[in-house]
């Protein structure tokens, strides 16, 4: 099989290494990493099964390597590359490209043994980084506004520059809650608001992800037994509540990712509220952030032991608030485990 990456978390899959000006080749049984003088070292270092290849004109080096290895047929995934820096490799060689979506996705939809022990790494790391996250916001953060409290978010999760977070965390107060993908406002967060917050960190480049809806009072935590003053956040949480422990309950290998999505929607629906959740159950989480599978309503894949992804349900009312509840999970002898 002959395939061109671009993309650094295929390309670290691939090879142990990436960087972020790079180009990998599979031909067959060899494989090459062509990356400039920048990263000669740490790829000499680093890379495992394939000839490192130093040039400053990496497209031109790869059309040298196709025209002398007479590559007839070679796979790429289209979104990984520009359009300008695709055109000067496919306009300069004989080479028929085969484009394949998520080609390199498809490869890491079932993780391994070792994948498996860091995500439970990363997610374990990002629980901690939650506990201490909620001592500070409780010392330290009311009166304060979204801007300073994603700001805390974000050291504390990076243990302060020492790791990589998996994306900008999300936190909101009340109102600004009802928007899944809210970004920070001058809201200060008062003794009793709902905090939402959804962040992750990494471990070894792989990604942790987690949300929790919480009462902001003196002694809350991040857990997902929550009391709320407000009958009708009450409410809603437990409904919330009662999908994301449905899901996770009652997942199994050989459903279909949109029976998995069911397990939450049909509760949702039932409970009145179906028209306010407005996103997919969960997607799969590894090197990248968002991977596959995805638990949507329309997904057909099959869930299969060593596939890992989010449970995240949720119901956001607009102008009130919102609530999501999200873990890992993985799928372990034929059962979803939180990782």
């Known amino acids: 099989m002959n395939y ?27 494989a090459f990493f062509i990356t400039d003088g920048r990263y000669t070292l740490d790829a000499k270092e680093h890379i495992v099964g394939a000839t490192v290849i130093i040039d400053n004109d990496l497209y031109g080096r790869v059309v040298k390597i196709l025209k002398k290895h007479k590559i007839k047929n070679i796979i790429f995934d289209p979104k990984e590359w520009s359009v300008a820096g695709f055109n000067i490799i496919r306009e300069n060689v004989k080479t028929i490209f085969h484009s394949e979506l998520d080609l390199s996705h498809k490869k890491r939809i079932v993780k391994s043994d070792e994948e498996l022990k860091i995500l439970s790494k990363s997610a374990k790391l990002g629980a901690k980084a939650f506990k201490h996250l909620a001592k500070e916001l409780r010392k330290n953060g009311f009166g304060k506004d979204e801007y300073r409290l994603t700001y805390q978010a974000k050291s504390i999760l990076s243990d ?48 942790s992800d987690r ?11 991040f857990d997902t037994h ?49 028209k306010y959740y407005v996103h997919s159950t969960g997607h799969g989480v590894g090197l990248d952030i968002h ?38 999970v993985a799928m372990v002898d034929g059962k979803a485990k939180i990782l």
Do not use: W
């Not at 061109?4 to 031909?27: H, Q």
């Not at 600004?176 to 809201?187: Q, R």
């Not at 199994?252 to 009145?272: F, H, P, Q, S």
């Open 160 to 207: 302060f520059g020492k790791n990589e977070l998996s994306f900008d965390p999300i936190v909101a107060i009340n109102k600004n809650a009802s928007k899944p993908h809210a970004t920070a406002t001058s809201t200060l967060l008062e003794k009793d608001d709902l905090l939402l917050v959804d962040a992750g960190l990494k471990y070894k480049r792989y990604c």
């Open 226 to 274: 929550q009391l709320f003053k407000r009958k009708k956040i009450q409410k809603v949480y437990d409904v919330v509540l009662k999908a994301h422990d449905n899901a996770i309950k009652k997942a199994r290998c050989g459903m279909k990712a949109k029976e998995v999505d069911a397990l939450t929607r049909e509760i949702i629906e039932k409970a009145g509220y179906g």
């Open 211 to 221: 949300t929790r809806t919480v009462q902001a009072d003196n002694y809350f935590t």
């Open 291 to 328: 991977e596959m599978p995805y638990i949507s309503q329309k997904s057909d894949t099959i869930i299969e032991d060593g596939m890992v992804y989010t449970i995240e349900p949720g119901i956001y009312i607009p102008n009130e608030f919102g609530i999501r509840i999200e873990d890992m």
């Open 4 to 30: 061109i990456l671009k993309n650094e978390n295929a390309i670290y899959y691939e090879c142990g290494y990436s960087c972020d000006n790079a180009i990998y080749i599979r031909l067959g049984k060899e």
